[in-house]
């Protein structure tokens, strides 16, 4: 029916600036024709510090992309995320009018507006409103309730909203580069996208994706999104952690992280310790004791994943089903599964899905999972305006219907 | 034309060259050269305990202690073990005879190897060989009596033998992880003293198209009491050359590479199939010479062995004092000072304190106009502390230094006694040594005990106060500026600074700042 279409994944993060070039054919299969990482400059925990920094790293991104992909990129899916994020759940009461018995699109976004009707401040934005649950007449449905019968009708949803100044900060670095903005979303939800497959969804599954600054989390519960948010720590603290309490540069500090570290408190990964050879550029010979740094890596990890824990609705850790999925480049670290499950006592996985095509280098990596998981986004947004013919286009493609 | 036929790689046959494994772990490791494929090598066995004796693979045996022991081990006695070794010397003559390197390898730590290895060194030295021991030395759970037993063997041989490769078996966790069985970790031990005892053997035997051969051996080991710094690597396939040194320089022993930056002489020796470039040989020098200082002896050899296929190892050998070696978690100062002043050589310990301690002394002189007793006493017992509050700057730790100062404390007090009776200045002068000797000193003791739990912070907060001491004129100012200088660092401490993150706004969850590491934080709690 459609042809191939190409979307554009861009994610600023602390780390790293990654722009993502991806088809989306025909039978709804993706390719990722390219991929244009740049080293971040100018962000911390997740939220834009220095603009002039990070507009040059956007552009590095950008030519990289264009040159892989040999795609001119014109409009983006832009990923946010930040502490100022928040992911509440809430319920939208409809009583339908006296005389219509039948749901029309109307009273549903008549429901969504009252469930928008949360104060959440000022200077705040609503980024994702995501129906979860319908009810018609105290009557569980999961899909769309149009055309149904029924006197009242409840929808569930998850609300996401943010600063919107920040947001449109985030917006105007791209449109600075003549990039238009496609949508914004939520980073944790689109790495859902791609690391969570429907059937982990229904059985319950929670998404962590440690990234450079931030740590973002996505709960989800029979299939729905139940909680999302984002946790101002990530690999850049630890490798903060390592500076500070072993006085090594940073760069020495993160070559230690990602070869030397494990998070996993076990005892005999903690023996002895780490020579750090002298190189070329005058950099004199140090020793690093096991013991002192695998501890501060493994107190920051386990603070991290403590805080999300936290912040879950009750019970919600009981009754995952599929169980902890990890991604983000932090993800990688030595032992983390093993902390993770000390933590949370459920099974841990890490986010590895094969099915997009193209070349495997590029999104093999757990950091790349959130890029991918926009190019998803992108698609399935795509499916929802067609299939139901732009009507329902203002509501996102969430809950059983993904 | 007329073909000339010559060897060009001049090698010496291997029946001049003899391995010997003397007690049980030196029997282990003969045992795993041998299993190595060590072939052409006579290998000879000695031991009191006939058990493992019979079970060596080693084609010549000698039983130690025929008459002593009867066929059972020395149990750990190194005096037996010297006897039974003695009782035996006749037989070990007549085995070396003839040999032009002697190979010893050797446990030190128990009795027949502590007590027998510097006899069997001395044996094959006046029979002429030039001798090579390969010790182990033993656990520090072995306990403190076989630390010492092996010490003293260890001093023997470091004299007796012409090179001392020394394995400290605390190091083989470096070897394999902490997680592998105890056989494998032994077995990682004794693959590399079999590694090292093949590759000094195909130096010797192999001296190869660039000619090294044992004289070089020498050179680069000719330093009395020293230990041997080896390290060798095989790799193959691409990038052979770079993967190789690597693996050379990850050698325990060499403690990757920041040893070799005080030797004076390296001898580096290639070897490799018949597809070994001058371009690989090329690259792998340059990167070494990066570990290696700049006006160090590199004595260059090559060879090729068909046997070794497309693989290419390298081997370097180098020696250090034995002070050196112990003195080794060098603060950079030291580290420096050969490269500046060609003329010290190695001479170290000296000359650190040679630099500073005149002028500081002059700027005392108050006390200048009555010589007689303050030159020579007083500031004498300063001058250690002078010069280690020099080292002992943000840079690095010697713990010599710190013991000395504590000698230097109550060294003070009699020395100042006679200058109090002398005249006005002179009493002045120990009035300023003594006093601070209270507060500082004890402030200095509890700094000290704050470094035995090796804080890193502490460093920094240590040397500061003390180097004060000699230059303030009063107590009651350098208490002030001792205590500013307290104050300032414990701030750090309390998590002032925030690394990378000290520009951003803070991230307060439930009353703590995320950006301070954890570790601290819960420390504090």
Not at chain 1, 38 to 48: D, L, P, T, Y
Not at chain 1, 51 to 71: F, G, L, P, T
Not at chain 2, 137 to 151: L, S, V, W
């Amino acid at each position: 029916m459609a042809r191939a279409k190409i979307h554009v994944a861009l994610e600023i993060g602390t780390s790293k600036v990654c722009m993502l070039v991806g088809e989306v054919k025909s039978d709804g299969s993706v390719k990722i024709l390219g991929i244009g990482t740049a080293k971040s400059a100018g962000v911390r925990k997740g939220e834009i510090c220095d603009y002039s920094k990070i507009r040059a790293c956007v552009e590095e991104a950008r030519h990289k992309a264009e040159e892989s992909s040999d795609v001119e990129i014109g409009s983006v899916f832009l990923s946010v995320t930040g502490a100022h994020f928040v992911g509440m759940n809430n319920t939208g009461t409809y009583r339908l009018p006296d005389k219509e018995k039948q749901i029309r699109p109307e009273h549903l976004k008549e429901a969504e507006q009252i469930a928008k009707g949360v104060s959440i401040g000022e200077e705040n934005v609503f980024l994702h409103t995501i129906p979860r649950h319908y009810r018609v007449d105290a009557f569980e449905h999961n899909s769309s309730p149009v055309g149904l019968f029924g006197k009242t009708l409840e929808s569930d949803y998850h609300v996401v909203y943010g600063i919107g100044t920040r947001i449109q900060n985030s917006i105007k670095c791209a449109r600075e580069l003549q990039m238009e903005v496609d949508d914004v979303v939520f980073a944790p939800i689109a790495t859902a996208q791609y690391a969570l497959n429907r059937s982990e969804r229904e059985r319950g599954a929670l998404l962590i994706d440690i990234g450079g600054g931030t740590t973002d989390y996505a709960l989800y519960l029979n299939g729905a999104i139940a909680a999302s948010g984002c946790i101002a720590a990530g690999g850049e603290h630890v490798t903060n952690d390592i500076h500070m309490l072993t006085e090594l540069p940073f760069s020495k500090a993160e070559a230690l992280k990602i070869r030397e570290g494990d998070a996993s408190g076990d005892q005999s990964r903690s023996v002895g310790g780490i020579k750090i050879p002298f190189d070329e550029k005058g950099f004199t010979h140090q020793e690093v004791k096991r013991e002192l740094l695998n501890e501060v890596i493994r107190q920051r990890m386990l603070e991290i994943l403590t805080l999300v824990k936290k912040r879950l609705p009750a019970g919600a850790i009981e009754r995952l089903g599929t169980g902890i999925i990890l991604s983000g480049g932090s993800s990688t670290m030595h032992g983390l599964d093993k902390l993770a499950y000390q933590v949370f006592g459920q099974s841990v996985y890490r986010a590895e899905k094969s099915e997009i095509s193209g070349v495997q280098a590029n999104f093999q990596d757990p950091q790349f999972a959130t890029a991918l998981g926009l190019i998803r986004y992108a698609q399935l947004a795509d499916i929802e305006k067609m299939q139901k013919g732009g009507f329902l286009s203002k509501l996102w493609p969430f809950g059983r219907k993904s | 034309m007329i073909e000339f036929p010559r060897n060009a790689q001049h090698t010496i046959p291997s029946s001049q060259v003899k391995i010997i494994g003397l007690g049980g772990a030196g029997a282990n490791m003969l045992d795993r050269v041998a299993l190595d494929g060590m072939d052409g090598a006579e290998m000879l066995a000695l031991n009191a305990d006939v058990r493992t004796l019979t079970g060596s693979v080693a084609a010549e045996r000698i039983q130690l202690g025929r008459n002593l022991t009867k066929g059972l081990g020395t149990g750990g006695d190194p005096d037996l073990g010297k006897k039974v070794t003695q009782e035996a010397e006749a037989e070990i003559r007549m085995a070396i005879k003839g040999r032009k390197i002697i190979f010893l390898c050797v446990g030190l730590g128990g009795g027949t190897g502590s007590g027998g290895a510097p006899i069997i060194t001395r044996i094959a030295r006046e029979e002429g060989a030039f001798v090579v021991v390969f010790a182990t030395m033993p656990f520090a759970f072995e306990g403190q009596r076989r630390r010492d037993q092996a010490q003293t063997s260890l001093n023997e041989l470091a004299v007796l033998s012409n090179a001392l490769v020394v394995f400290d078996n605390n190091r083989m966790g470096e070897l394999v992880l902490a997680k592998q069985g105890i056989h494998e970790a032994f077995q990682a031990g004794d693959r590399m003293i079999s590694d090292s005892i093949k590759a000094v053997i195909r130096l010797v035997i192999r001296p190869g198209l660039i000619h090294v051969g044992l004289d070089e051996l020498m050179t680069a080991l000719r330093t009395t009491r020293s230990r041997c710094l080896f390290g060798s690597g095989v790799a193959t396939g691409k990038d052979r050359a770079a993967k190789a040194l690597s693996n050379a320089l990850s050698s325990p022993l060499l403690d990757k590479g920041a040893l070799l930056r005080e030797a004076a002489s390296v001898l580096v020796h290639i070897c490799g199939g018949e597809d070994l470039t001058l371009y690989e040989i090329e690259l792998l020098m340059q990167k070494l010479v990066k570990y290696v200082p700049a006006k160090a002896h590199v004595l260059f050899g090559a060879a090729i062995d068909e046997s070794m296929k497309d693989a290419l190892s390298i081997t370097l050998i180098s020696a250090l004092p034995e002070e050196k070696l112990q003195q080794n978690p060098a603060s950079p100062v030291a580290e420096e000072q050969p490269l500046m002043e060609p003329s010290v050589g190695f001479g170290f310990e000296e000359k650190a304190a040679e630099p500073e301690p005149e002028p500081v002394i002059e700027s005392f002189s108050f006390a200048a106009p009555e010589p007689e007793p303050i030159p020579v006493l007083a500031p004498e017992p300063e001058e250690p502390t002078i010069v280690l509050e020099q080292e002992n700057g943000p840079e690095g730790l010697v713990f010599d230094g710190w013991q000395k100062e504590e000698i230097s404390a109550p060294e003070l007090q009699p020395f100042a006694e006679p200058d109090h009776a002398g005249d006005a200045p002179a009493a002045d002068f120990s009035s300023i040594l003594e006093k601070p000797a209270d507060p500082v000193a004890a402030a200095a003791r509890d700094l000290r005990e704050a470094m035995q739990q090796e804080d890193p912070m502490t460093e920094v907060w240590t040397s500061t106060p003390a180097s004060e001491e000699p230059g303030a004129s009063d107590v009651s100012d350098l208490l002030e500026k001792t205590r500013a200088k307290f104050k300032q660092n414990e701030l750090l401490f309390e998590g002032g600074s925030r690394g990378r993150f000290s520009n951003t706004e803070p991230t307060l969850i439930d009353g703590d700042d995320l950006d301070i590491p954890p570790f601290l934080r819960k420390k504090k709690k």
